[in-house]
Each structure stands twice: as C-alpha cells, then as structure tokens.
C-alpha cells in the first residue's frame, strides 16, 4: 500500500497550495480520510485520497 504524507496528498487531490489546516478541518468534520500515525508522523493511503477525490469533485472544484 502506498502512503502519503502531507504534501502527497494536496498533490494527490490536485490543491498544492492547500494548507495542511485545511485538510486537518476536513477530518474533524468526517469529510476527508484518517491518516494513519507511523510514530509521530501522519500518513494517508493513497487509494482512500483518491477515492475520496474521485467522490468529491464529480462535478468539479468544490
């Protein structure tokens, strides 16, 4: 399984400039994939990310 960090994943969702409290807001509010926690860092699956962006933005950039 391939994981990301912080950075993959804006790339991965395609919003580089995306500032990682945003995407921190996102999981608080169940709108985004859980990071899994590797000692202190947090790392995201790459399929989950994609299929969450593949479920969000059907109809374009929300």
């Known amino acids: 399984m391939q994981m990301l960090d912080i950075q993959g994943v804006k790339a991965a969702i395609g919003k580089p400039g995306m500032s990682s409290q945003a995407i921190y807001m996102k999981i608080q509010r169940d709108n985004f994939p859980r ?3 590797i ?3 947090s790392r995201w699956s ?3 990310v994609k299929q969450w962006k593949a479920k ?3 109809g ?3």
Do not use: I, R, S, T
Request: cysteine-free; proline content about 7%; glycine content about 14%.
């Open 56 to 58: 969000n933005h059907q």
């Open 39 to 41: 000692g202190k860092a």
């Open 60 to 62: 374009g950039a929300k």
């Open 35 to 37: 990071p899994v926690k």
């Open 46 to 48: 790459l399929v989950e």
